[in-house]
């Protein structure tokens, strides 16, 4: 059937197959159908893949899928918001209108927060498919940079679970963090001390009260405005952007090196797990810290 009505393309069709389910859901305990469920679940995540744009209209149906007690219609709301950033979204990154693309960028966001709450569902699995989906828009690069802080803090968290399954997806997404941050925000290979970029904050914040004196004490009169003085003033507001980059930068660079200097005593205590997936994920990750010379992973 989800075959069917993607090939028929209509839209409003969707829209309304959409609703019905919604309404039939509400209407009825699902807890104890499984198979039924399962059918749903497996028919709403083809459309979605196929037709992310008609379910970005009907986000507050899907988001509805999220209240129930059937985990795998909560798995099914998460597959279908990772579908709906992955396909419609990027599309509309290159769009000549500024406010769709900040209309667009705040929808988004708003998503990518939803999925990341999943990480703390009541059930293993659910916890589970919310970080492996988590995985693939990192390994995408399908998030901006001031949420990978957050990605990081939330596998950080999930690598205590009680639950095998979450340690384990847990432990993929700090790898695909470590991997993606050195490489995209970093453009490096090594990491650099937590010392060294802490000195290079306050090296950054010095810079930036500097400037900003100099730009109290360089205000030019209306006369002057095609001055020395006006031009001086310029580069200075240049200087001033630049500063204030470097420092978000280096505050980012801090609170990421502070969570995995946290978290590798834990992922050290790994290595000795009777679970094998807690062996070798722990493994990988230590061995991606290791060899970005991160300190407290060069003792292990």
Not at 13 to 27: D, F, R, T
Request: proline letters at 1%; hydrophobic letters at 40%; charged letters at 30%.
């Amino acid at each position: 059937m989800s075959e069917l009505l993607i090939h028929c393309d209509n839209e409003d069709l969707i829209k309304e197959i959409i609703m019905e389910i919604g309404k039939s859901l509400a209407k009825n305990d699902t807890t104890h159908e499984t198979t039924g469920v399962k059918n749903i679940a497996s028919f709403l995540e083809v459309v979605s893949e196929r037709a992310a744009k008609t379910l970005l209209s009907q986000l507050p149906n899907v988001t509805q899928l999220l209240d129930c007690e059937a985990y795998q219609l909560r798995n099914t709301a998460v597959a279908i918001m990772a579908n709906i950033v992955a396909h419609v979204f990027t599309a509309h990154e290159e769009s000549e209108d500024a406010d769709t693309r900040v209309r667009y960028e705040d929808q988004r966001i708003k998503i990518i927060r939803l999925l990341m709450t999943r990480s703390r569902d009541k059930n293993s699995f659910a916890r589970s498919k919310a970080l492996t989906v988590m995985s693939e828009l990192v390994e995408k690069n399908l998030i901006n940079q001031t949420l990978h802080l957050d990605f990081l803090q939330i596998a950080c968290t999930r690598i205590k679970d009680v639950a095998s399954n979450v340690r384990r997806k847990a432990m993929q997404l700090l790898w695909k963090e470590i991997t993606v941050f050195s490489k995209v925000i970093l453009k490096e290979d090594v990491f650099l001390s937590l010392s060294e970029v802490q000195s290079g904050l306050e090296k950054s914040k010095r810079q930036l009260e500097n400037i900003e004196k100099l730009l109290i004490d360089k205000k030019p009169k209306e006369e002057e405005k095609k001055s020395k003085e006006v031009q001086e003033l310029e580069e200075l507001n240049e200087e001033k952007q630049k500063c204030m980059s470097a420092e978000e930068f280096y505050e980012l660079y801090e609170k990421f090196l502070v969570e995995i200097e946290n978290i590798v005593p834990y992922l050290i205590q790994l290595l000795g797990s009777r679970n094998g997936s807690d062996v070798v994920e722990s493994i990988k990750v230590l061995t991606a810290l290791y060899k970005r010379k991160v300190n407290s992973a060069l003792v292990f």
